[in-house]
């Protein structure tokens, strides 16, 4: 029997205005009117989907963006409160006719898809909240995402790419070379000095500390008023998502599934990418 094969899609860089910001994301294209909207973590970027979206793409149309102050798109200088997250996302959706979508959001982006459900669960086909909770109750956990997000990272800038990978090789070991060095091609820029420097915005990280916890509340209010279909996914390692967290979202949302990832932790579309895709595919076809 003959293997099919599947030849590559190169993704388009493109570029959007939503609440006064210029917005970058990256189109998969596709003829689909099945609309897929892909949300990083703190520190990511759009192409932080990449090896998910190439997955999806023939079938779906894919735009992963970069949130404010992350990749190519623009620092903020009213700053990174969870709503003005939200609401990017929804001028970003509209300004492209995309409405109604899918959302999907890892970590961060997950984050953000608790207050886009509250705040615009109408404009939604489905929600799916990758490994992240209305709120983190281990001042740990915190600190892995600080830790696993380069926050804690005390170099401002290299010399290399080489020198980049180490950093990321201490940070999460055990992925490939190739995923390490599609991370530093996106996620850091050359200075006027020769030296590569990071891309987001460091602003980003007070996220994770009393501003965050702030929103917590608010977060836990929008479980109620999220009434468009949701699925919880958390990995079984999490140090990040609490089952207890993830058991009492799902009790105060209206249409909700939870499912915990064997084999995973925090990193679950790279931990277990075939495990994420088959889940994926399964609750968008509900």
């Not at 898809?113 to 001042?139: C, M, N, P, Q, T």
């Not at 180490?166 to 530093?184: H, V």
């Not at 916890?213 to 999490?238: H, N």
Request: hydrophobic content about 35%; overall charge neutral.
């Amino acid at each position: 029997m003959a293997v099919r094969t599947v030849a590559r899609s190169t993704p388009k860089e493109k570029f959007v205005k939503a609440n006064g910001l210029r917005l970058h994301y990256v189109d998969w294209g596709g003829k689909s009117p099945n609309v897929v909207v892909l949300l990083h973590g703190l520190s990511g970027n759009g192409h932080s989907w990449d090896p998910f979206a190439e997955r999806i793409c023939h079938d779906f149309r894919v735009l992963a963006l970069d949130e404010r102050g992350h990749g190519d798109s623009d620092h903020a200088k009213d700053g990174y409160p969870i709503t003005a997250f939200a609401a990017d996302v929804h001028e970003f959706a509209k300004a492209l006719g995309s409405i109604p979508f899918d959302f999907i959001g890892h970590s961060l982006g997950g984050r953000i898809g608790i207050a886009y459900g509250g705040e615009y669960s109408s404009s939604l086909k489905h929600l799916v909240i990758v490994d992240f909770g209305a709120e983190i109750a281990r001042r740990e956990a915190a600190q892995g995402v600080m830790q696993n997000s380069g926050a804690t990272a005390t170099r401002l800038g290299f010399n290399s790419e080489e020198e980049v990978i180490e950093q990321f090789r201490a940070q999460t070991p055990g992925r490939s070379l190739e995923e390490y060095q599609q991370r530093a091609k996106y996620s850091l820029r050359r200075n006027w000095a020769g030296k590569l420097v990071w891309k987001h915005d460091p602003e980003l990280f007070w996220t994770t500390g009393s501003a965050g916890a702030k929103e917590v509340p608010y977060l836990w209010g929008c479980g109620p008023r999220t009434t468009c279909p949701t699925l919880l996914m958390r990995g079984e390692t999490s140090n990040i998502f609490a089952r207890e967290t993830m058991d009492k979202m799902a009790a105060m949302m209206p249409k909700v599934k939870t499912v915990e990832v064997k084999g995973a932790g925090h990193g679950i579309p790279q931990d277990q990418p075939d495990e994420f895709e088959r889940l994926i595919r399964g609750f968008l076809a509900t």
